[in-house]
Nanobody
Framework: QEQVVDSGGGTVQPGGSLRLSCTAS????????VGWFRQAPGKEREGISC????????YYADSVKGRFTIFRDSAENSVYLYMNTLKPDDTAVYYC???????????????WGQGTQVTVSS
């Protein structure tokens, strides 16, 4: 069964950092574009970053550019999202997803993780 698993969320203070992990079973992430999305209560799901499958080109939403870094570890069949200088507005459920096109539109992704909660609060 093809499955994407995201993890690494937690509660941090403003200015803190977290690393989210995306792994898969029955699915080779190296053959897919991998994206990170987030959804805060009462808001639409937002695409924040993705990484291509061939040359590892990275893409970021303006809201996280300069603070978040996406990284692909092909040997581990994993993708990580390093989040620095976190703000309360970053509080959301974060989802990893796999697709075929390096875009930040959620409807271009076919395999989704279950989500991991990130809370930024003092």
């Amino acid at each position: 069964q093809e499955q994407v698993v995201d993890s690494g969320g937690g509660t941090v203070q403003p200015g803190g950092s977290l690393r989210l992990s995306c792994t898969a079973s029955g699915l080779n992430l190296n053959d897919h574009v991998v994206g990170w999305f987030r959804q805060a209560p009462g808001k639409e799901r937002e695409g924040i970053s993705c990484i291509s499958r061939d040359d590892y080109t990275t893409y970021y939403a303006d809201s996280v550019k300069g603070r978040f870094t996406i990284f692909r570890d092909s040997a581990e069949n994993s993708v990580y999202l390093y989040m620095n200088t976190l703000k309360p507005d970053d509080t959301a459920v974060y989802y990893c997803a796999a697709g075929y096109h390096p875009v930040l539109s959620w409807d271009s992704y076919y395999y989704w993780g279950q989500g991991t909660q990130v809370t930024v609060s003092s």
